[in-house]
């Protein structure tokens, strides 16, 4: 009997409240990143009504001012309607950041420390960080999620080339898709709800949507004569971002990565510099997983680290390919480790992150994207792994 089962993953919309959070947090990174390539951020947002909280720790030279990029990074977003509540030019913005803990600095930075073993750069934390990759899709990332992604891409797309003036910013996507011997064959569900000012219809809506949105982006070929389309299933969604529900950095961390498909140690990416190996040593396992990926080794593939904080190295390097590996786990193990380093600073100099490149990463998200920036998606480790395992 042929294994089948049925899969599910969600994406979110920029005008979403916990990514509108996101993007000003990874907004206020990029603005130190940009005077200050040293900068230690560890920003947090809260959103709610017309409120904008910002937090968190932050020690940088940059100087910039931290409302501007706020209230830009909100009019980015769309939120510039006259029946917003919340509005780039009229949100009130708290500031409660403060200095970076210098006992968490002492960690991190390359010199000598009373009670440091080394005098090297250091985890700016403990925990486990995972990445992953499978054949499923020309982005080497599972189905379900890069759908919901392309969906969400799209109705951004529309709604800011102004194709549909009763478009707005706030809106989640998911897709069904089933599988047959752990490959997918055909998209069971679509669901699109979008935000829409109150003139717009239920039929306009999901005329649209289904017209512009589901069959421009899906395959054809996934779709079947049986497949549910769910639009605005409530029948109205006019009020919606933060005047609807509250929204806090961190909190979309399986939309940001895989969609539930492969694991995740449970650290937050938005507002952090890449001294927080919770973003920068992900960052470098999706690199790893989708080399091996790409030079054939398997079809499927997740790379799990583990860091002490203040520690240099990993204390755990672990591979798996749930049985889809052409050769052996322990002769890839021993091709990553001679291909890869794996100490914070040496990911830092890989992936070239001391950039303010962090905004490009915050939506729709942080892995399965071709921007010549995104440096932990490109494949050009393949021939160094193909050399090592020889």
């Given at each position: ?43 947090e947002t809260f959103v ?131 599988y047959v011997e752990d ?130 190295r990993p204390v755990s ?74």
């Amino acid at each position: 009997m042929s294994k089948s089962y049925i899969f599910s993953s969600e994406s979110v919309g920029e005008g979403h409240p916990d990514k509108v959070s996101d993007t000003i947090s990874d907004a206020i990174l990029d603005a130190c990143l940009r005077s200050d390539r040293h900068s230690r951020v560890a920003c947090e947002t809260f959103v709610k009504s017309n409120v904008v909280c910002v937090g968190g720790e932050i020690t940088t030279k940059a100087r910039f001012d931290y409302e501007k990029v706020v209230r830009d990074a909100i009019r980015g977003i769309g939120y510039v309607n006259d029946d917003d509540v919340f509005h780039a030019d009229k949100v009130f913005i708290n500031n409660y950041l403060t200095a970076q803990s210098p006992d968490i600095a002492q960690g991190v930075d390359a010199k000598k420390a009373k009670g440091k073993a080394t005098s090297e750069q250091g985890a700016g934390d403990q925990g486990l960080m995972f990445g992953y990759a499978c054949d499923e899709t020309p982005e080497l990332m599972p189905a379900p999620i890069m759908f919901s992604h392309r969906l969400g891409r799209q109705l951004t797309r529309l709604r800011k080339t102004g194709k549909a003036d009763w478009l707005r910013p706030d809106a989640k996507t998911q897709v069904s898709v089933r599988y047959v011997e752990d490959k997918p064959v055909k998209i069971t569900s679509v669901v699109v709800s979008t935000q829409h000012a109150a003139s717009a219809t239920n039929k306009t809506i999901r005329d649209f949507i289904t017209k512009h949105v589901i069959h421009k982006v899906v395959p054809k070929k996934m779709l079947a004569h049986d497949t549910q389309f769910l639009i605005n299933p409530t029948g109205r969604f006019v009020t919606g971002g933060p005047e609807g529900d509250s929204g806090l950095t961190g909190r979309k961390i399986i939309v940001d990565t895989y969609g539930g498909m492969g694991r995740h140690g449970g650290g937050a990416f938005s507002g952090k510099d890449p001294s927080k190996v919770d973003r920068s040593a992900a960052y470098m396992g999706r690199y790893v997983a989708k080399n091996i990926v790409a030079a054939g080794f398997a079809s499927r593939c997740e790379v799990q680290f583990a860091y002490a904080i203040g520690y240099p190295r990993p204390v755990s390097v672990h591979v798996d390919t749930f049985g889809t590996n052409q050769i052996s786990e322990a002769k890839i193990i021993r091709a990553v480790n001679n291909t890869f380093k794996f100490k914070p600073a040496d990911i830092v100099k890989q992936l070239k992150l001391l950039r303010p490149i962090y905004s490009l990463t915050t939506n729709y998200g942080h892995f399965g994207k071709t921007h010549k920036d995104i440096t932990w998606e490109k494949t050009d480790k393949v021939a160094a792994l193909k050399k090592a395992v020889k």
